[in-house]
């Protein structure tokens, strides 16, 4: 299991494309949006300003990217080749197959939530205790989990040619629904029902909670653990049944 890992690893370091579309795009495009925004005007009942909520919603966004979309593919993509079925040939067990994938995908999520955080920063003069820079990086980063299972049962799920369309839709779907292009105070009133209750939501709102000084909440914490628990038991049935396949 350790060598796939640092196999996997070093395959997703060589992959500069997505290197760049995981770790730069994200703070490419809050500088974009965040650029004209008020430094002080605070964003419906948050208490927040709009460049710190965008650096917890673009290091999120960010963070899945890593997860998802390269879990998703590169899973689709080793079905077709035959290369998971030469690895059940070996003593690896399918929890080790799966640990490599979150292994490699967390190498790209934490440089991609780091980056932003030093834009927000520098560019446009966030400033948080140091507890609270911690926080969030350790809290989002773990967060990811709950994306990286989705990843790996879209990748057992879908093709090599279907895969890629599934999961940008998946992909974009949970990013603009969850709030993390723009505020979900935005929304309209049964959109912002809905909209408490997709993870991407509760992920960013772990962040906002120790942005404004606050413990994480409760409800936010309770709804990543539903979908951690029902995408990872998904993605376990996707395996075994792809293995009985095979």
Known sequence: MKTLIQLEIARTL?????MFFS????????????????????????????????????????????????????????????????????????????TAKVASAAVVSLPSIVVVFLVAATAKGVRL????????????????????ALGVAIGYLATGDAVRPIVMVVYFGLSILGG?????????????????????????GLGQAIERGDAPGAKDAAVLVLYLVLFAGAAAWLYRRDTHKN
């Open 23 to 98: 770790v730069l795009y994200p703070a490419a495009l809050y500088l974009l949006v965040a650029a004209g925004a008020k430094d002080t005007g605070k964003v419906g009942d948050t208490g927040l300003t709009f460049p710190v909520i965008y650096m917890v919603s673009m290091a999120t966004f960010g963070a899945i990217t890593s997860v998802l979309i390269g879990n998703a593919e590169r899973i689709a993509k080793e079905r077709e080749k035959g290369w998971v079925r030469q690895l059940r040939l070996t003593a690896l067990p399918g929890r080790g197959y799966v």
């Open 14 to 18: 060589r992959n500069k494309k997505f």
């Open 180 to 204: 993390l292009w723009m505020p979900t105070a935005a929304f309209p009133e049964w959109l912002r029902r809905i909209a408490e209750y997709v993870p991407t939501h509760a992920y960013a």
């Open 129 to 148: 205790d140091a507890w609270q820079w911690a926080s969030l990086v350790a809290v989002i980063w773990a967060g990811s989990c709950v994306f990286a």
